[in-house]
Nanobody
């Protein structure tokens, strides 16, 4: 069983930055695709960014491309989401997610492909 713990959320003004962290509890972390999703009030959970377990492949939802960067440190069992130039529409609860063990270059966009989730961390961007 993988346990994920997010941190780093908070309140920031538009144009500001935050870095979210997600620490995983197990060594197989290195063999799992990781992703960040977010859920705003009244909306479905949406894909934000994903990274292959090798760290060599990443992808983002169009609305955050050029502003957010996903990365991982396998030695620390941690994945990060650096968020720059935050906008009010980025306000949501952000969730870290881990896949089952997958091939080196794989990641997914669907919530259904990630069986392990953190508790979420609130990001609020004021205008």
């Amino acid at each position: 069983q993988v346990q994920l713990v997010e941190s780093g959320g908070g309140l920031v003004q538009a144009g500001g930055s935050l870095r979210l962290s997600c620490a995983a509890s197990e060594r197989k972390f290195v063999s799992r695709a990781m992703a960040w999703f977010r859920q705003a009030p009244g909306k479905e959970r949406e894909f934000v960014a994903a990274i292959s377990w090798s760290g060599t492949r990443t992808d983002y939802v169009d609305s955050v491309k050029g502003r957010f960067t996903i990365s991982k440190d396998n030695a620390k069992n941690t994945v990060y989401l650096q968020m720059n130039n935050l906008q009010p529409e980025d306000t949501a609860v952000y969730y870290c997610a881990a896949s089952n063990v997958v091939p080196i270059a794989t990641y997914y966009y669907s919530v259904n492909e990630y069986p392990y989730w953190g508790q979420g961390t609130q990001v609020t961007v004021s205008s």
